[in-house]
């Protein structure tokens, strides 16, 4: 019924693309498969995986390292750094985030979204998945995803718990009377964490320039698409 209301936070799903990209690239860090300042060849912004897949870059660069990588959102590097990435690392990495289960936030028709089970999950999978294809969320689990990246200190790398309620933010203690907030899991290093809300900071940045220049009339870069 199309006047029925929807609650589209935790009800729509959706295939995030690009703004997938942080978790993947942290799990490749997280595992040890790349290092920061590593250099992938992103081949000018055209490459075809072996498996005869053709992969195209918006920034065209002959080569990046891996901080690059977020933040220039290459494809090809993002598929090349991943692909180390044992087929179960890579699903358990997405899984580990939050995505394929309901937050638990109490809200009627929350769905878990779409993950693809590992029995079905290929090569081609994990090149989709890489860059966010391939995997559907919701809303909602991508703002609790993206809260183990953001905060620092204690907190950095612990998926939180969701919760309707204001609640005192530098709680680390289980949910009761008090109010306070249930951390779930730790799904990345502090670390990690640090370095991903880094570098996805300084990707922030970059476009930020990118659209200045376009308001001002600025040729800019030409590799670069706003």
């Known amino acids: 019924n199309a006047s029925s209301p929807r609650n589209r936070v935790v009800e729509d799903v959706y295939e995030p693309g690009s703004t997938f990209k942080s978790f993947m690239w942290a799990a490749a860090l997280e595992a040890g498969v790349v290092r920061l300042d590593e ?40 598929v090349k750094g991943t692909s180390r990435l044992t087929f179960e690392q890579m699903r358990n990495a997405v899984t580990k985030f939050g995505f394929g289960s309901r937050t638990g936030i109490g809200l009627g028709g929350e769905t878990a979204g779409i ?18 294809h391939e995997v559907a969320v919701t809303p909602i689990q991508m ?44 799904v990345l290093r502090a670390d990690t964490a640090a370095a991903t809300r880094e570098t996805v900071g300084d990707r922030g940045e970059e476009q930020r320039h990118l659209a200045d220049e376009a308001r001002r009339g600025q040729p800019g870069r030409a590799e670069h698409r706003v």
Do not use: C
């Open 39 to 78: 250099v992938f060849d992103t081949g000018g912004g055209r490459w075809t995986t072996p498996y005869g897949r053709p992969i195209a870059d918006v920034v065209r660069r002959g080569t990046q390292n891996w901080r690059e990588v977020l933040v220039n959102s290459s494809n090809i590097g993002m």
């Open 115 to 132: 993950v693809t089970p590992m029995s079905r999950w290929t090569k081609y999978t994990q090149t989709s998945v890489a860059i966010g």
């Open 143 to 186: 703002v609790r995803a993206f809260a183990a990246v953001a905060r620092g200190g204690e907190l950095a790398g612990l998926l939180p718990d969701v919760t309707l309620l204001a609640k005192d933010p530098g709680a680390t203690s289980e949910a009761g009377a008090n109010g306070k907030i249930t951390l779930l899991h730790r």
